[in-house]
């Protein structure tokens, strides 16, 4: 994906500040940037905001694959290597059977099949399978919203969890395209009609709308407050 041209710094405020509902114009002017330049960056992503690659904490370490390397050399077992790497035995027990077993685990093959397999975004559910992807494109035909069809499958399809999918999995489909989970310009078929996805926060009040010079009622006289004055 393209940054087109702007920094790791400008990208967050242009994240931050579209997620706070401000203006593609409002964003531009504050970092310095062309209008255009934030709209094709947001376009490219569809609104959706791609998320970091990054190993989750509860995973092994490279360092921890070292150890278990270590201890499977020495001819140890699962348990006496789990008490010193700080974790249950059957997990060490996984991980060296997913990576080839006693005789072939290396630590570097099987840090990085580990990090292949938690690459992200995975295929998606409507990509995998092609008669619930046809019955979320019907339902869009029909103009049905991602929410009534998601309600829908789940009626129509009760003990077949295969066939149940959520909205947020449908808009996802939908607003990224390089997903390849359903046909292209589906938007079309939303009831916005939009080629990017809005979060769902107020715009910022620009003052519009508002009277000027208006009298708020924490202000008004305090006879008023009293009713003493007949009308009041």
């Given amino acids: 994906m393209r940054s087109f041209g ?29 209008l255009q330049r934030v709209r094709r960056y947001l376009n ?20 921890h694959r070292e150890e ?16 010193r790497v700080g974790c249950a035995h059957t997990k ?14 290396r630590t570097a093959a099987a840090d990085t099949a580990a990090f292949v397999r938690a690459r992200r975004p995975k295929a998606s559910k409507l990509a995998t ?3 619930l992807r046809a019955a979320v494109e019907a339902g869009l035909g029909l103009e049905w919203s991602p ?19 959520s909205h947020e999995t449908i808009y996802l489909a939908i607003y990224q395209p390089h997903r390849r989970a ?22 910022v009040p620009s003052g519009q709308g508002r ?7 924490a202000d008004r006289p305090t006879e008023v407050t009293d009713r003493v004055v007949a009308g009041h």
């Fill in 182 to 203: 359903v046909k292209t310009k589906l938007h079309r078929q939303l009831r916005t009609g939009r080629l990017m996805r809005h979060p769902k926060l107020a715009a």
């Fill in 6 to 34: 702007m920094s790791e710094q400008q990208v967050e405020q242009v994240w931050v500040g579209f997620r706070a509902g401000e203006s593609l114009s409002r964003i531009g002017r504050r970092e310095g940037l062309p």
């Fill in 147 to 165: 929410q009534q069809i998601s309600h829908r499958l789940r009626l129509d399809h009760p003990g077949d969890p295969v066939m149940w999918v």
């Fill in 129 to 131: 399978s092609p008669v």
């Fill in 68 to 83: 278990i390397s270590r201890g499977v050399a020495r001819g140890e077992s699962f348990r006496v290597i789990a008490a």
């Fill in 44 to 63: 490219q992503h569809s609104g959706v905001r791609p998320l970091p690659s990054r190993r989750s904490t509860r995973q092994l370490t490279a360092e």
């Fill in 92 to 105: 060490v027990s996984r991980e060296v059977a997913r990576n080839g077993g006693r005789e072939a685990y």
């Fill in 211 to 217: 009277l000027k010079n208006m009298t708020l009622i």
